[in-house]
């Protein structure tokens, strides 16, 4: 038998490497707009960038403005579509809210419409909403926020802090938000007070983190659920795949297809101009700079993630594996 062709190795050198570079070849991109919907993310330093890598010996390779604190937006989908299947289980969540791509933008009513028996997904809008309603305990919301909140400071090995003008900004302007909670509770599909599941949908949206939080939370999800930050197993590996494959599916929306095929990695943005990836059993890499393209994905994350995968020679969906991380 010869060598495995498929097989390669990575030196935690490389990585480095990849990140630097990745971060010099994008820091000077112009365009894109801060988001304008929310006046808190409207007035966000443009400028802010960074680049962070969560290895799965728990090192971070980090590049930029990786401590600075940004709104976490839609990335917080996936953190609660977790908590959602930790407490309901995959199938749970499969079959109160679904596993399905939209094809729309996140904030989609014509999605709800459409779909006659399901939010899609616990990764746009409608589905996010669910999921808080369905986060236990049932009709209480200060334990149900706790939990929501636990779960978060799990997986990213240190707690978010709630951004209070950020929220006090997206709850003074939610009401196309507002429209979809009570039109998932005019289709049955949302499974506690929808006015309390909003809140908590924005309330999560509003928290800040860092890129280097959010590493540790890709980090996590790449590791199937082993923090490798804080040595613990937050959450059940079996559901890790699942975790995959709803940011694969609708990561970036209604651009989705476009990201896998140009970047080669699942990954999820948020207005705030975060953006986490996944690369299953290698790292967890994440990404911020306030500017968004027209679909409302980070320009810079986009381009510095995409950079990464490229000098590494990485793609979910390419032959070639990475078989060994060495230092
Ligand atoms: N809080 C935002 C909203 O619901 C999140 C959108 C996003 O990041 O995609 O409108």
Redesign the pocket.
Known sequence: MGKCYTCREVTIDQVRRAVDEAYEETKGLTGGKN?S??PFLAEADPNLFGLCVCLPDGSLVTAGDTKAVF?I???SKVPTAILAMRQHGAEGVLKKIGANATGLP??SIMAILLENDSPSTPLV?AG?IAACSLVKPKGDPEAKWNAITDNLAELAGSPLVLLDKLYAS?SAT?F??RSIAWLLKNYGRIFDDPEMSLDL??RQ??MGVTCEQMAIMAGTMAADGYNPVTDTQVFDPDLAPKVTSLVTTVGF?QNTGNWLFEAGIPAK????GGILGIMPGLFGIAAFSPPLDEA?NSVKAQAAIKAVMRKLDLNIFSGKRICQLTT
Do not use: K, R
């Open positions: 988001a919907y929310i709104g937006e839609s990335v996140f904030n809008n996010a997206e939610d196309n938000n949908y924005t949206c509003s929306y943005s948020g207005v705030g409302g």
